[in-house]
């Protein structure tokens, strides 16, 4: 069987078992209503739970199981659709919305993974260099290649928000460019930690609008302070030029680049010591901590004196 024909086949496979899965929970409902008038009364939570198991069994993605067995537990239970959407975000903490965010919104990395690009690009530099003997022609390939991760770091954030998904997919293929351009992995890491940062801490679209919405000012309001009339971006426009976040959210940016359990951190560090080469504590944590962290200390102080 030809690889088309095969994930063609696994194509198929798979959409056959989303729609038997379906088709058996719309006929579980239909029994349900059936049987409900005798009196014999059904826990819509127990079904929801049963429903997603069953879901989850056949491959369907768990987090549209969960989406699909939470609809089908507010219809049974006598809500309306709209009415049973609210109480799912509703009953979702911060904590459990931006995991769901995470969740959904990390099929972009599975499509990236699935189309080998990261193998691509780093197949393609590898034969630049190779025809290349030039010391300024290296050069620009280096400062070439470490935009180009600067921009998938951004991207990450904003306009297709994968966060870290994305290093373990195209970092390891480029270890081997890496090493023949004799690039510091130190600045890789300072690179892909500012790119994963600094655009979620200034513009509130992406990752961006849940920390900035979700979290910030969420949290902000929580402690009794007025947040409205706030615009958030005028608000981290002079810090995020030291690569910060004014006033409060300055901690939760301190706590994020150069801290040792932050994904933003240990992301990077993922996908550089593939091949063990990369000391987290070291290559990663410290040098992102003297970079932005202490410019974020002083930024964040000079902000909070201007706003």
């Known amino acids: 069987m030809t690889p088309e024909l095969s994930t063609r086949a696994v194509s198929d496979k798979d959409v056959s078992r989303l729609v038997i899965a379906l088709f058996g929970i719309i006929a579980a409902y239909l029994v349900y209503r059936m049987i409900d008038p005798i009196g014999l009364g059904m826990n819509a939570v127990l079904v929801s739970v049963l429903a997603m ?40 903490s911060g904590g459990a919305q931006i995991a769901l965010s995470y969740a959904l919104l990390g099929a972009f ?14 197949d393609r530099i590898a034969r630049l260099l190779g025809s290349s003997s030039n010391d300024r022609r290296v050069g620009q390939i280096r400062y070439g290649l470490i935009g180009l991760i600067l921009v998938f770091a951004c991207s990450s954030q904003n306009i297709i928000p994968i966060h870290i998904a994305f290093i373990p997919l195209l970092v390891p293929p480029l270890l081997f460019v890496m090493a023949k351009l004799r690039m510091d992995r130190r600045l890789v890491a300072c ?74 951190t240990l992301g990077p560090t993922a996908g550089l010591n593939i091949d063990g080469q990369h000391n987290h504590m070291w290559d990663t944590v410290v040098p992102t901590f003297l970079h932005y962290n202490l410019p974020l200390m002083v930024f964040g102080w000079i902000a909070a004196t201007v706003l």
Do not use: C, W
Not at 109 to 122: E, F, N, Q, R, W
Not at 214 to 224: E, Q, T, V
């Open 53 to 92: 198991l069953l879901l989850s069994l056949v491959r369907v993605n768990v987090v549209i199981s969960l989406i699909t067995a939470a609809l089908l537990g507010g219809v049974i239970g006598g809500l309306s659709l709209e009415k049973t959407l609210e109480s799912f975000s509703a009953g979702l």
């Open 109 to 122: 990395a599975v499509a990236i993974s699935k189309s080998g690009i990261p193998h691509m690009l780093a």
């Open 191 to 264: 690179v892909l930690t500012f790119g994963l940062v600094t655009p979620y801490m200034l513009l509130p679209v992406g990752f961006g609008s849940i920390f900035l919405n979700d979290i910030l000012l969420a949290n902000i309001a929580k402690s009794g302070l007025d947040v409205s009339g706030i615009d958030p971006f005028s608000a981290m426009l002079i810090p995020a030029m030291g690569m910060i976040v004014a006033l409060v959210g300055t901690a939760a940016a301190l706590g994020d680049a150069g801290s040792p359990a932050s994904d933003s």
